[in-house]
């Protein structure tokens, strides 16, 4: 059996764009690394969603992990765990996003990016509206880093409110009421409405916003939510379901969440920039892997998806070749031994750096570097050329039986070894024995 290292270079993939003369920032960027591993790889598509909607990180990595989208809690119960909060059920979370408001025609509009504060501002202003109770709902706010926070509510509902964060600049706040909602969720999105304006007023005069326009900045006055998440049911350890030991490597909070739903250890990357977060994720994953007796590890690296979001394709690409040359590093590693190691690089969504999208939902470019399925015509970490590969294309649910198939891990489905379920064979310390010597 083989150790696996999968490596998400975060919203990597994207689109044709103008600034770079029809090519893609993977295209436009100078990769010797990925391009080297891609020419002894075999490649493919990756798709992260069925239905093409724009794919959400927390939902993709989930389901790479090997699980099914109606076993994932909602990014805002990973949030949660992350921040140590005992996570219950019959509560609702929601992510929470403290903004500025702009009037225009007696309107309320919505003031997200580009907003100057100091932490001990935001920590006074969740502090100040922390508590709010009426009919049926207890709503508790707690202040996790910046402008973020979590919403816990108590009280009845169904599938929770819809999101009130618009998600864009100069947008209004959406309303959480539906009429297609259920009878308990439109009672909480009534209860979270009277919430939300309970905290507008009180942080509208709360002495913190008004020294901020005295000052000449944006208030920071409106809360907008998103992500109502709860725990259904608890999904299988990943030990259990994998048969393998694993860890992540990341920098994002909520990947300290899905580590702690799922059983994996959580290392935190807070190196200061793309090749140096490159270097210290490869060098960690081959001590993980061949020191500290892991069998999978996987990688993300955010900040390709960060310059997508300056909507400036050339900063992106440079980000690109940076991470490329901290990716490097793995030549000087045992990761690319085939004999005992399956490497895979993949972009868990595209996000187009012109343009008005969030995320989009079209494949994106994927490669597995392993013994068993060799390698093809593919020379390039790009999203053309990786759909000329042998792979064709892998849903998200997928890759981790594949990668599982090129490590030897696979189970047999023929075969019951387990109460859980399980996509991986176990080793035979992982077996329960029976005795058939009297004792």
């Known amino acids: 059996m083989k150790k696996i290292l999968l490596l998400v270079l975060d919203g990597a993939a994207d689109r044709r764009t103008t600034a770079l003369k029809g090519?893609?920032?993977?295209?436009?960027?100078?990769?010797?690394?990925?391009?080297?591993?891609?020419?002894?790889?075999?490649?493919?598509?990756?798709?992260p969603r069925e239905d093409f909607l724009?794919?959400?990180?927390?939902?993709?990595?989930?389901?790479?992990?090997?699980?099914?989208?109606?076993?994932?809690?909602?990014?805002?119960?990973?949030?949660?765990?992350?921040?140590?909060?005992?996570?219950?059920?019959?509560?609702?979370?929601?992510?929470?996003?403290?903004?500025?408001?702009?009037?225009?025609?007696?309107?309320?509009?919505?003031?997200?990016?580009?907003?100057?504060?100091?932490?001990k501002e935001t920590i006074e202003l969740f502090n100040a509206v922390s508590y709010y109770c009426t009919g049926f709902y207890e709503f508790r706010l707690h202040h996790q880093k910046?402008?973020?926070?979590?919403?816990?509510?108590?009280?009845?509902?169904?599938?929770?409110?819809?999101?009130?964060?618009?998600?864009?600049?100069?947008?209004?706040?959406?309303?959480?009421?539906?009429?297609?909602?259920?009878?308990?969720?439109g009672l909480l999105?009534?209860?979270?409405?009277?919430?939300?304006?309970?905290?507008?007023?009180?942080?509208?005069?709360?002495?913190?916003?008004r020294e901020r326009v005295d000052r000449g900045e944006f208030p920071l006055d409106i809360l907008v939510t998103k992500w109502p998440s709860f725990i259904r049911t608890a999904p299988t350890p990943f030990a259990d379901l994998t048969k393998m030991k694993g860890a992540i490597i990341a920098e994002q909070s909520f990947f300290n969440g899905l580590s702690i739903l799922l059983g994996l250890k959580f290392i935190k990357n807070d190196k200061k920039d793309p090749e140096s977060k490159t270097r210290f994720a490869i060098k960690k994953a081959e001590n993980l892997l061949f020191s500290e007796d892991f069998d999978f590890v996987l990688v993300n690296i955010k900040d390709a998806d960060e310059a997508s979001h300056t909507k400036n394709p050339l900063k992106k690409a440079e980000v690109i070749e940076m991470i490329d040359k901290?990716?490097?590093?793995?030549?000087?590693?045992?990761?690319?031994?085939?004999?005992?190691?399956?490497?895979?690089?993949?972009?868990?969504?595209?996000?187009?750096?012109?343009g008005n999208l969030i995320h989009s939902g079209e494949p994106t470019p994927l490669i597995i570097h392993s013994f068993n399925f060799g390698s093809d015509e593919c020379k390039r970490f790009t999203e053309a050329e990786t759909a000329r590969g042998n792979l064709s294309k892998l849903h998200s649910s997928q890759l981790m039986p594949v990668l599982l198939n090129a490590a030897?891990?696979?189970?047999?489905?023929?075969?019951?070894?387990?109460?859980?379920?399980?996509?991986?064979?176990p080793a035979p310390d992982q077996i329960q024995k029976i005795n058939l010597r009297e004792v």
């Open 146 to 185: 910046g402008r973020y926070g979590i919403l816990e509510i108590n009280g009845p509902f169904g599938e929770g409110p819809l999101d009130t964060d618009p998600f864009k600049d100069n947008y209004p706040i959406i309303n959480p009421y539906s009429s297609g909602l259920g009878f308990r969720d």
């Open 326 to 354: 901290g990716l490097s590093e793995i030549f000087q590693t045992k990761i690319l031994d085939t004999d005992h190691c399956v490497f895979c690089v993949v972009s868990d969504h595209p996000t187009p750096s012109e």
């Open 23 to 47: 090519q893609t920032p993977l295209e436009f960027a100078r990769t010797p690394s990925l391009d080297k591993i891609a020419s002894a790889s075999i490649a493919g598509w990756f798709y």
């Open 408 to 425: 030897d891990r696979i189970a047999y489905s023929g075969s019951r070894t387990s109460v859980f379920k399980s996509i991986g064979f």
């Open 54 to 119: 724009g794919a959400s990180t927390d939902l993709t990595h989930f389901m790479m992990l090997g699980y099914s989208p109606e076993e994932y809690p909602g990014r805002s119960i990973l949030e949660a765990m992350a921040l140590g909060l005992e996570v219950k059920k019959q509560v609702l979370y929601l992510s929470v996003l403290i903004a500025a408001s702009k009037s225009k025609e007696n309107e309320l509009y919505v003031k997200r990016e580009e907003i100057s504060f100091k932490e």
């Open 189 to 209: 999105a009534d209860a979270l409405k009277k919430y939300l304006r309970w905290a507008f007023e009180k942080l509208a005069k709360h002495p913190v916003n």
